[in-house]
């Protein structure tokens, strides 16, 4: 089952991985000051971004410094939205779940297939009830927030080659998702119904962060740099106004 528990999972490991990549007095900033000063550090991810195998940092801490620190650059400051989405790029980055999404997401839908679709998921929404209904509509945020906030480009060079449909369509899809899977009885039971409601209400922005992630950390050299600045600045205008 989905848990967007990042953060809570932490143990000495990922402690003595901040602790290093703190440097000099490190230790004595942790017990003094907790785990949150040394992941919210600008240095402490400098350092991480510094280091020449990310796979010496454990993939958890890694995915949450990624995406927390993506965030306070746009002044998302909340902890639980950073471990949610850390938690979605996780899933789906390590077990393959945006392609092929287990029983908890889809559940009855039937796809084993090569590729899952947003309309696949929206399509079968209306068949759904209790707590499949949830999980299909937690998923259809989360599928939606990992390809338009990873993967821009891509979304960007199918509307331009294909008239596919664009960011606006994902934001809008992912948005309805989440804000239909908070209203469930469902959503407090698993504890989630502030995190889907606050992520459905700034998905936009959450997006954009991860698009800056994209855009600076994973992807940094565009196939075409200037498809990749007009998508920017198209999307810094749309969400401005």
């Known amino acids: 089952m989905f848990r967007p ?3 809570a999972s932490f143990g000495r490991r990922e402690a003595e991985a901040l602790v290093a990549l703190a440097g000099p007095g490190g230790e004595d900033r942790l017990r003094d000051e907790g785990l949150d000063a040394l992941l919210d ?29 993506a965030f306070l650059a746009r002044q998302i400051r909340a902890r639980e939205l ?43 929404l209306p ?41 606006p369509y994902f934001d809008s899809l992912g948005a309805a998702g989440f804000r239909s899977a908070a209203a469930m009885a469902w959503a407090e039971r698993h504890g989630l119904q502030g995190v889907l409601a606050t992520a459905a209400e700034r998905f936009p922005e959450l997006r954009a962060a991860l698009n800056d992630l994209s855009d600076e950390v994973f992807f940094p050299r565009p196939s075409d740099a200037v498809e990749r600045l007009l998508r920017q600045v198209e999307d810094a205008f749309r969400r401005a106004n």
């Open 41 to 69: 550090d600008p240095q402490v991810f400098r350092a991480f971004l510094r280091r020449p195998t990310l796979s010496l940092v454990p993939a958890p801490l890694a995915f949450y410094l990624f995406v927390r620190h």
């Open 5 to 7: 528990q990042v953060r």
């Open 127 to 167: 068949e759904a009830d209790g707590e499949r209904a949830f999980w299909l509509s937690v998923h259809l945020g989360n599928l939606a927030l990992w390809v338009a906030g990873l993967f821009p480009d891509y979304v960007t060079a199918r509307v331009r080659r294909r008239g596919a449909p664009g960011l």
């Open 82 to 124: 950073a471990d949610y989405v850390a938690a979605v790029l996780l899933e789906f980055g390590s077990l393959g779940r945006a392609r092929d999404p287990d029983a908890e997401a889809l559940w009855q839908l039937g796809r084993t297939a090569r590729g899952v679709y947003l309309v696949d998921v929206a399509l079968a």
